[in-house]
């Protein structure tokens, strides 16, 4: 009798260590997955993870808040030699902060708000190589900043048809297509987010070029400080900057991707001609550069439009596929323009075959490059 309650005794002895040892090791993998997935959350430095379905999922980070003190100091007071220029969100000056840092700082009059640190937040941890970066942000005495990284050479417009437009750099095929090829990725980066940003103000303007002319993406998001726009606003800037806006966004409002797809175009456009969207396309036409290529039932004919300085810097294929691209982005259709993914694999494509050509040609001589209606092949 004694043995068998022995044996029940260690039995249930058994049993219960068992069960102990099944309990701590469930404790101990709910513990461990718990705290990788908190390490896979929060462990990584990188702003921007990519999601389950191959988008961008921003982490917020804190921003840098600047004290109104520091940024008076940086631009000597606000002083008029540190102006810059003057944009939607306000005055903008060149300013050196404490840190060595060259900024560009944005100024307007705006009580503080929390949806203004929020966004700030949010656009300041989007983070890539063709966006201009937004540092921080002050909110002092009534007046609201932003200040971004500062881009040395300007903007593209200004090297194409204003104050630097004899800039060399800027003359050739193959520099513009570069140029083109950035603005393009830092512009595809917006529409990878998850949610997806829309720029909503893509412009020839606001493409910036650094020292060594790698194109940066300007005021992605900016638009989102204002709330509603009137893009009705009679001036020769609101037209400049309407020129840009797909057919959807001046009757509907309707932004989205393809309205950004649909800037690019202009933008391309601007590139190939060198010249405002919003020149007529001749002497003897009342069209702007835009309507003048929707309008244009024969391709072969907008050879004319393209910039006299690029000389003979491109192959008569290149410039085809180059400007195909900028008719398909400018479709009056939004269904009908490519995704800028798709803008990017193309101009990617037509760079590395304009290149290698060139490269080719270069050895033996001039390349050879053809003109006018002769640009392309006839179509039946």
């Known amino acids: 009798m004694s043995s068998t309650l022995a044996a029940i005794l260690g039995g249930a002895a058994g049993a219960v260590a068992l069960v102990g040892i099944v309990i701590i090791l469930i404790w101990y993998c709910l513990f461990h997955k718990r705290g990788a997935s908190r390490t896979s959350e929060t462990g990584s430095s990188d702003p921007s993870q990519v999601g389950r379905h191959g988008v961008i999922e921003l982490q917020l980070r804190d921003t840098r808040r600047f004290d109104i003190e520091e940024l008076s100091l940086a631009t000597n007071n606000f002083s008029d030699k540190n102006l810059i220029g003057e944009g939607k969100f306000g005055e903008v000056y060149k300013g050196l902060l404490q840190d060595g840092m060259l900024a560009a700082i944005k100024k ?104 060594n002319f790698i194109a940066k993406v300007a005021d992605a998001g900016l638009r989102n400080f204002f709330g509603r726009v009137d893009i009705a606003t009679s001036s020769s800037q609101v037209e400049a900057d309407e020129i840009f806006l797909a057919p959807e966004v001046k009757e509907f409002r309707g932004f989205s991707e393809k309205s950004d797809v649909y800037s690019f175009g202009v933008f391309l456009l601007e590139l190939l001609s060198g010249k405002e969207a919003t020149e007529s396309a001749s002497l003897y036409s009342s069209q702007n550069l835009v309507e003048w290529v929707q309008s244009s039932q024969d391709r072969r004919v907008m050879s004319n439009i393209i910039d006299q300085r690029l000389g003979s810097s491109f192959t008569a294929e290149g410039m085809e596929d180059f400007i195909l691209l900028i008719v398909r982005c400018l479709d009056p259709s939004s269904e009908r323009r490519p995704a800028m993914s798709y803008v990017v694999i193309e101009l990617n494509r037509i760079h590395d075959k304009e290149m290698n050509l060139t490269t080719i040609m270069g050895e033996e001589g001039t390349p050879t490059v053809t003109l006018g209606s002769q640009l392309f092949k006839a179509t039946t």
């Open 108 to 211: 307007r009059r705006g009580f503080a708000s929390q949806e203004f640190v929020d966004e700030v937040r949010y656009l300041s941890s989007i983070q890539h190589r063709n966006l201009v970066a937004l540092i921080g942000y002050c909110q002092e005495n009534n007046l609201q900043f932003l200040i971004y990284e500062y881009v040395p050479n300007g903007s593209v417009s200004s090297h194409l048809y204003g104050a630097s437009k004899q800039s060399k750099e800027m003359l050739e095929f193959k520099n513009r297509l570069s140029i083109a090829q950035h603005a393009a990725k830092g512009l595809a980066h917006l529409h990878s987010l998850s949610p997806r940003l829309v720029h909503k103000d893509f412009k020839t303007a606001n493409v910036l070029v650094d020292e």
